[in-house]
C-alpha cells in the first residue's frame, strides 16, 4: 500500500512462496539488485569461468537478478517455471511456480539445461506467525492472485502497477490513508 512506512518494502511486489500458523516467506520480485547481474554473480561464485561471462546470455538468456527482501541477503533463491526439478531440493508451489536455494540449479543454468523461464533473487521477505495476517488487517499490504507472466514476462519496472491492474486498482487512484467500515 502506499502509506507502507517500511522503505525495504514501499512499493513492493511478494510472491508468498509458503505461507503457514508458523509464518510466511516471500521473494520481491520489482527490486532489481544494483550492480549485479547473472553472469557476474556465476564467475564470482566459480561457476562459469570469466572467459565465458559473453556467452552465457547468449546461451541461457535473459535472468534477473533481484533484491528478494532483507532476511539473508547472501542467500540466492529461484523462482523457475515447473520444467525443472532437482530431487529434494525444489519446492513447487504452484502448477507454474517452483522454488529452488541450492547452487546446483545455478550451475545448471550455466549449462543452459535449467528451467525456462527463471528469475534469481538474493535474500527473502519473512514474516513471523501472525505478522502477515496483522500487517494486511492493518491494511499494510494487498493481494492479488499468484501470476506466472506477472514473475517471469513482465519488466521488473512494471510489476507494481501489473499486480494492482490484477485486482483492477488504478495505481492513481490508491491513498494511503484508511478507514475501517
Avoid: K
Avoid at 559473453?54 to 535473459?62: C, K, N
Avoid at 530431487?87 to 525456462?116: F, K, N
Avoid at 499490504?141 to 502497477?161: G, H, K, M, Q
Amino acid at each position: 500500500m502506499p502509506g507502507m512506512t517500511d522503505e525495504r518494502f514501499a512499493r513492493s511486489v511478494i510472491y508468498v512462496c509458503a505461507h503457514s500458523a508458523e509464518g510466511a516467506m516471500g521473494i520481491v520480485l520489482n527490486r532489481p539488485a544494483t550492480n549485479l547481474n547473472l553472469p557476474d554473480l556465476l564467475v564470482q561464485l566459480e561457476i562459469i569461468p570469466e572467459h565465458e561471462r559473453i556467452q552465457l546470455q547468449q546461451r541461457v538468456g535473459p535472468v534477473p537478478v533481484l533484491m528478494g527482501g532483507p532476511v539473508e541477503t547472501t542467500r540466492g533463491f529461484v523462482l523457475h517455471s515447473p520444467d525443472f526439478h532437482i530431487s529434494q531440493s525444489t519446492l513447487p508451489i504452484d502448477d507454474q511456480v517452483c522454488l529452488t536455494a541450492t547452487v546446483d540449479i545455478l550451475r545448471a543454468i550455466a549449462r543452459g539445461e535449467g528451467p525456462q523461464r527463471a528469475i534469481l533473487a538474493l535474500g527473502y521477505a519473512g514474516w513471523g506467525a501472525g505478522q502477515l495476517e496483522h500487517e494486511i488487517q492493518a491494511n499494510g499490504w494487498l493481494n492479488c492472485p499468484a501470476d506466472a507472466e506477472l514473475i517471469f514476462s513482465t519488466s521488473v519496472s512494471e510489476r507494481y502497477e501489473l499486480a494492482l491492474r490484477l485486482i483492477g486498482i488504478d495505481p492513481g487512484m490508491l491513498s494511503d490513508q484508511a478507514g475501517h467500515a
